[in-house]
Every structure is written in C-alpha cells, then in structure tokens.
C-alpha cells in the first residue's frame, strides 16, 4: 500500500520532469497559444529590464542563460516572492533559519547600494496567472528552439 503510494508519488514526479522538458511547442518556427501568451506578456513586462528577446541588459541578467538552469518551478518561485529566496524545501521547514537570513540580508545590501532588484510579481495579475506562460517562451529561447523577434502562432497558419 505505502510502496504503491510511493511509485505513483515518483510516477508524478517524473511526468513533471518530462512536461518541464518541454514546455513549449515549435514547429516551423511557429509556437503554442502558451507560449505565444509567454512572449507578449514578457515584452509587455519584463523587457525593460531584461532586454528585448530576454538576452540582458546592464541592470538584470540574460534569461536565455539563466532560465536554462532554472525548473519551472523555481522559475515560478523567483519570479513571484517578494525575496527570491529559494532553498530546499528542508531547509525552508526546518528550525535553522540561517539560509533565509542570508537571503534576506543580502536583498537589504543590494537595495542599500541603489542596486535594481528583481521586483516580486505575485500580485501583479498580469503576470501571476501566466508565470508558466512566460516560462514556456523563456525556455524555448533558452533552448535555442525559438529566435529572436515576435513569433508566429501555430493558429495562423491554420
Ligand atoms: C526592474 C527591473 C526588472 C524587471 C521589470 C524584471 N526583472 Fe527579473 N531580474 C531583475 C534583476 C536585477 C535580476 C537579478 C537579481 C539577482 O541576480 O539577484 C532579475 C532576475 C530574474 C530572474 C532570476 C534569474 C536567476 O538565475 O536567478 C528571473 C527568472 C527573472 N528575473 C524573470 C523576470 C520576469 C519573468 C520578469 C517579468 C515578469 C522580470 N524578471 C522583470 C530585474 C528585473
């Protein structure tokens, strides 16, 4: 019974891994309504900071590199909370509180030397609804699968 729970419990898991792997679709360098969303809602959004196209500008970094690293998951959680603190989920239950500290300290640092900071968008709907949206687009530029510019829809050529 409990084994039973624990292989749909990785079942889960590891259909999660393949849907991360690919959470965008191209096909004749025409995407998904999703990742459509994702590209409009980041040239709406996050350009200004982050470029045209995601690839960085003096005050925050390339996406296409970064995002490569990132699950959609911990995309989520940078983009949302108001901190950008991520850790394990261990260390966020546990009663050593260290890593946070860390974390928050060195938000406190940075805004003091007049750096720009990732703004925390969770409230921001706009964004909030279709973070995986703008994940899917991020990906499929950070995985080459996608140029530069606007993309053509799947739907267009329908
Ligand atoms: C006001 C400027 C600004 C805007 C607007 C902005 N960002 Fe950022 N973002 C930053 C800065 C600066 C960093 C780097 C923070 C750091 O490394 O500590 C960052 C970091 C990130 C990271 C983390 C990269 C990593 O590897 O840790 C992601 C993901 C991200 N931004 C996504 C977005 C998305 C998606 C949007 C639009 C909804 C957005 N950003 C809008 C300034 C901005």
Redesign the pocket.
Known sequence: MLLGFVLAFFACVVSAQEYDALPYSVENGAVDESTYLGWR??HS??H???GVDATGTS???D?TE??K??SSRD?SI??LSRY?ITMSAEAAAGDDQTEMRAAFLEQVL?RERG?????A?DQDLN?RPHVLD?YAY?RARADGALGQGRPQRQSDND
């Open positions: 809602i980041f959004t996050c200004g900071c982050h005050v925050a970094p996406l970064r995002v690293k990132l995309f940078k983009v950008r940075r750096e720009v900071l990732m703004p968008w964004v703008i991020l």
